[in-house]
């Protein structure tokens, strides 16, 4: 759920093109010159097709000089601003930006930096806008910059000083312990460049780098700076308590920074797992539903003291006895095995189960989520705090076929087969493939021809060879393993097979494929 508060007219946002970066400064400075970055701009907010504005964004682009951008779609309605007429007004106004990320409400407090009107559609006008955080005013105007023995810290505060954003340092350069932490250059002088790029090249220099942090508060707040290198700092506050931002280093070559890839991580896990779900064969709907409490040894401060309720209405596997293996009861487990919501979901997908899952009872994921958004949100542990664009550089590295960027409401499902998401599979958890069980009796025409039948195949009395229960495969019976014992059962039904003089396998007259002994 995409919202827009804070603005001067009301705005409701239609799609989110994001791309959050750090101060990932190629050295050369002549990439970061301001008119270049202007061009930039223009390029974003005239492209006609979706495939350039990624190509726009993408982190790992020369052009983008580090500033975080959002291209947001947006539609105004007339009367707030007649349709074609001049947009200067809205230029440099503020803009709040939230979403919902599994781990609750996040917000970025930003200014719109440029927009235009693509399409106006019935009473509403179509608008393209970008928006920026604060930094965007450091990189408006050249200067000649000039550093005399100044330390990164002081540097990078008398540049932002103007800007009302506080800069947090966690980059261990005061600590004295850490050796060439506190270089200073004799003096380091850039022509002609704006401050941002400035601030980035020093940075990139030392080998640090800088993020920002948006204060996650409905009003709109300035948002802090913080420089930090890839082993941030222990203390309460600064970076390892922020929640859900994670370090990794990318090493790069020699023309470039080290760049710090922050990405999302989920951290909820609830003290308890309900899984319920109806039984679809009898006309009263009795509801299926196991219980999984999660018991941990260390108390977690993370750990919710909400239940999970996972509900899917009449989505897996018609059933006609609760005393089948219950999918419930393998979905709670699974859960409990894997310790995380999102896996219990991911076996969802896989048996093609309803599109819409109820979380209910948990805090903020009460809202109606695609799974597909569920399981793409959690395993997104790629470069970008958002979880809505993927760089290319990051999707290389891990092997992941999410093509980069793509709007998450237009992720293609993830399924078993995408290479990331086999491991979330294990065999034991796995349901029978069929909903096809021992206890059925013999008047559940499954086949809608002639009663199903079983025959437990690995009992001595009746032996069977690999040929044989191929044949048998062939002729459309169903091999499932269940779960808890590995019996191999096969139901035939003597309507499906293409020879219509009863089962292949059938007591009453020798096998085809037995060989004399067995006879």
């Not at 293996?325 to 048996?351: E, G, K, P």
């Not at 009872?361 to 395993?379: D, M, S």
């Not at 470069?383 to 590295?397: D, E, F, W």
């Not at 008047?443 to 044949?471: F, K, V, W």
Request: aromatic share 6%.
């Amino acid at each position: 759920m995409l919202r827009l508060t804070n603005t001067i007219v009301p705005m409701h946002a239609d799609r989110l093109y994001a791309s959050e970066g750090n101060t990932q400064a190629a050295y050369a400075s002549a990439k970061q010159e301001l008119k270049q970055h202007k061009n930039w701009l223009q390029n974003l907010i005239r492209t006609t097709n979706e495939a350039g504005l990624l190509a726009l964004l993408n982190a790992n682009n020369n052009q983008q000089h580090g500033i975080d951008t959002y291209v947001l779609h947006i539609y105004i309605h007339e009367r707030h601003h007649p349709p074609f007429m001049s947009l200067d007004a809205f230029v440099g106004s503020s803009l709040t930006l939230s979403f919902d990320t599994p781990s609750g409400h996040a917000y970025r407090h930003l200014y719109i930096t440029a927009l235009c009107q693509l399409d106006h559609d019935g009473s509403y006008g179509y608008y393209r806008l970008i928006a920026q955080p604060a930094t965007y005013r450091l990189h408006q105007h050249l200067r000649s910059q000039i550093d005399t023995d100044l330390s990164v810290q002081t540097m990078v505060t008398e540049r932002v000083a103007m800007q009302e954003i506080d800069v947090i340092d966690d980059s261990g350069t005061d600590s004295s312990s850490e050796k060439n932490a506190s270089w200073t250059p004799a003096r380091m002088t850039q022509w002609q460049s704006s401050d941002w790029s400035h601030i980035c090249e020093r940075l990139s220099r030392q080998g640090l780098t800088a993020y920002l942090r948006h204060a996650q508060t409905e009003e709109h707040a300035p948002p802090t700076l913080i420089i930090t290198s890839a082993h941030p700092s222990d203390e309460d506050g600064i970076s390892q308590s922020i929640g859900s931002v994670r370090y990794q280093q990318v090493l790069h070559d020699r023309a470039h920074a080290p760049i710090l890839a922050l990405s999302e991580q989920v951290i909820t896990q609830p003290s308890t797992v309900t899984v319920q779900r109806f039984n679809s064969a009898s006309v009263a709907h009795p509801v299926q539903s196991a219980n999984m409490a999660i018991s941990d040894s260390e108390a977690d401060s993370q750990t919710n003291t909400s239940t999970l309720t996972i509900d899917t209405p009449a989505a897996f596997a018609p059933v006609t006895d609760t005393e089948t293996i219950d999918d419930a009861t393998i979905m709670a487990n699974s859960h409990h095995s894997r310790y995380s919501v999102y896996h219990a979901l991911a076996h969802c997908t896989d048996l093609n189960v309803a599109d819409t899952f109820t979380l209910v009872g948990h805090n903020h994921l009460n809202q109606h989520y695609r799974a597909t958004h569920i399981v793409h949100l959690a395993r997104n542990s790629l470069a970008h705090v958002t979880g809505l664009t993927i760089s290319r550089r990051h999707q290389q590295r891990h092997a992941s076929d999410l093509k980069a960027g793509t709007h998450l409401t237009q992720l293609r499902l993830i399924t078993a087969d995408t290479p990331w998401v086999g491991a979330l599979y294990s065999r034991q958890a796995l349901p029978p493939m069929t909903g096809l069980t021992d206890s059925q009796s013999d008047t559940d025409s499954r086949n809608h021809m002639t009663p199903t039948r079983h025959y437990l195949l690995d009992s001595p009395a009746q032996s069977i060879n690999r040929l044989e229960a191929q044949a048998g495969s062939n002729y459309g019976s169903h091999f499932t393993h269940r779960a808890d014992d590995q019996t191999l059962m096969q139901a035939i039904g003597d309507g499906e097979h293409l020879i219509n003089i009863g089962s292949l396998l059938s007591s009453t007259r020798p096998s085809l494929f037995a060989t004399d002994n067995e006879q």
